[in-house]
């Protein structure tokens, strides 16, 4: 009993903890923090992270901008991805969802993007930044030139500006290859701040090896211009003056946006192979607020249809199961906010069957324990034979569910069915609780109930529905 007190305590303290993170109130910034994982921004823990469907936003489909017969590097769209992701959580987007369709595509779910275009731009550029030496050409911020790295980057812009994909910038040297002297790989971070002006501008540190090779360059070039180019537009041409070593700033007439922007490119590194959109696709939230009242709703009754069932049926053990079905709900939407879970209506749905399978698995237990209180078992007996002899049938159901789990999201995953894979997903978080829950939370405080005077109570055939 010591050691069941011992549990007792360890899940009143979990309980406690998510029912705090699972309420819609104010949570301290430490703990948003510590809860973002490798992100730099705090995770809003006040509210779940609603889907396109629930919340509305751009759906952006991207396609590798290669020739069809032309073989992509193993991994290439692999690492595009994990690329895209992080660019796009760099810029606040409140937990996008990026996946592969197929082997060239992905497809980008940004729920309540305020600035769609920038966010697609951000995305889909290549990021292929260059330090440039201008030679005895004056160069400023917007020019289109071709670079020893982009040698077709004037054509590339050309094309883009005649198909209305961007806007005009000027040409002032077509054919003019420009030599790179340093590649973005020189850089460590990037970071967009304002200076003593209020002027935004991007401070960066360089690598081990970049220091020096910058180093190098800028005391050689002093006086002279160093172009910073980005996909061959000249983002800023500052003159040098001084000897950079270790770190350093790019100026210009940035705007918070694309200061922000530029840096997550520079930060996050260039993409290996080029993406084009081919599809976007903005959503209304209007009918998402309906579909979120409505799946609140259908949740709530069925809930509360739930916990009558159990405690019409088996009395005061449904009554302890109840609880344990609470203490399920309320973990699980914990976890939902610290994974965190998109929620969509399928997501939704499958979080109502879990809960549906939570009380599956105390109907076997309970059901199991009459039949040993009918079999003149002691209480204490039919007690734990309920539990140990329910559980292998409660184990194999779960470990089927949650196999079918594994298929779907690999379904969803492979072609690109996110609404499969939130599906998937919650159904496999629902499960994996519910076997905690309901073995070892209601377990427990039917132990705890026992040894705090109520074996009389649960002696009495009326209150325990046999």
């Given at each position: 009993m010591r050691h069941n007190n011992a549990v007792l305590a360890?899940?009143?303290?979990?309980?406690?903890?998510?029912?705090?993170?699972?309420?819609?109130?104010?949570?301290?910034?430490?703990?948003?923090?510590?809860?973002?994982?490798?992100?730099?921004?705090?995770?809003?823990?006040?509210n779940l992270t609603l889907g396109l469907d629930l919340k509305g936003g751009t759906q952006v489909l991207l396609e590798a901008d290669v020739p069809p017969d032309q073989t992509l590097d193993a991994g290439a769209m692999s690492t595009a991805k994990l690329i895209v992701e992080r660019r796009v959580n760099g810029l606040g987007v409140t937990e996008p969802n990026v996946q592969l369709q197929g082997d060239?595509?992905?497809?980008?779910?940004?729920?309540?993007?305020?600035n769609p275009d920038r966010a697609i731009e951000t995305i889909r550029s290549t990021g292929q930044l260059e330090f440039v030496d201008p030679g005895d050409a004056v160069l400023q911020s917007g020019m289109i030139i071709n670079t020893t790295n982009r040698p077709n980057a004037v054509a590339e812009a050309q094309k883009a500006m005649e198909e209305g994909l961007m806007e005009e910038r000027p040409i002032p040297y077509p054919d003019r290859v420009f030599e790179t002297a340093m590649t973005g790989d020189i850089l460590r971070n990037a970071v967009a701040t304002q200076d003593q002006y209020g002027q935004w501008q991007i401070n960066f540190e360089l690598t081990s090896d970049g220091t020096d090779q910058f180093y190098e360059y800028t005391k050689e070039h002093i006086g002279d211009q160093l172009a910073i180019v980005l996909d061959g537009e000249v983002l800023s041409a500052p003159r040098i003056n001084a000897a950079i070593r270790g770190s350093g700033q790019i100026t210009g007439d940035f705007t918070k946006e694309e200061a922000e922007s530029l840096a997550i490119q520079m930060r996050y590194g260039a993409l290996p192979v080029p993406l084009k959109v081919?599809?976007?696709?903005?959503?209304?939230?209007?009918?998402?607020?309906d579909s979120v009242q409505q799946s609140l709703r259908a949740g709530i009754i069925g809930l509360v249809m739930v916990l009558v069932f159990m405690l019409i049926l088996y009395r005061l053990p449904g009554f302890?199961?109840?609880?344990?079905?609470?203490?399920?709900?309320?973990?699980?939407?914990?976890?939902?906010?610290?994974?965190?879970?998109?929620?969509?209506?399928?997501?939704?749905?499958?979080?109502?069957?879990?809960?549906?399978?939570?009380?599956?698995?105390?109907?076997?237990i309970f059901e199991r324990m009459k039949e040993e209180l009918r079999a003149g078992r002691s209480l204490r007996l039919a007690v734990e034979s309920g539990f140990s002899r329910a559980w292998p049938a409660i184990r194999d159901g779960n470990l089927s569910t949650l196999i079918s789990c594994a298929v779907l999201y690999w379904f969803g995953n492979s072609f690109g069915a996110s609404v499969v894979k939130g599906f998937a997903v919650t159904l496999a978080i629902g499960v994996t609780l519910s076997m905690f829950t309901a073995v070892?939370?209601?377990?427990?405080?039917?132990?705890?109930?026992?040894?705090?005077?109520?074996?009389?109570?649960?002696e009495s055939r009326r209150l325990m529905g046999y």
């Open positions: 360890g899940i009143i303290l979990l309980f406690l903890f998510s029912l705090y993170v699972a309420l819609p109130v104010d949570h301290p910034t430490w703990l948003e923090k510590a809860v973002a994982w490798n992100s730099d921004v705090p995770r809003d823990l006040k060239r595509r992905i497809i980008v779910e940004l729920p309540g993007i305020k081919i599809d976007v696709r903005t959503i209304g939230a209007s009918l998402g607020q302890l199961a109840d609880i344990a079905l609470i203490f399920y709900v309320t973990l699980n939407v914990t976890v939902f906010k610290l994974i965190p879970v998109v929620l969509t209506l399928p997501g939704i749905a499958g979080f109502l069957l879990s809960i549906g399978m939570a009380v599956d698995a105390n109907i076997l070892y939370a209601t377990r427990t405080l039917m132990r705890a109930f026992l040894s705090t005077g109520g074996q009389r109570l649960l």
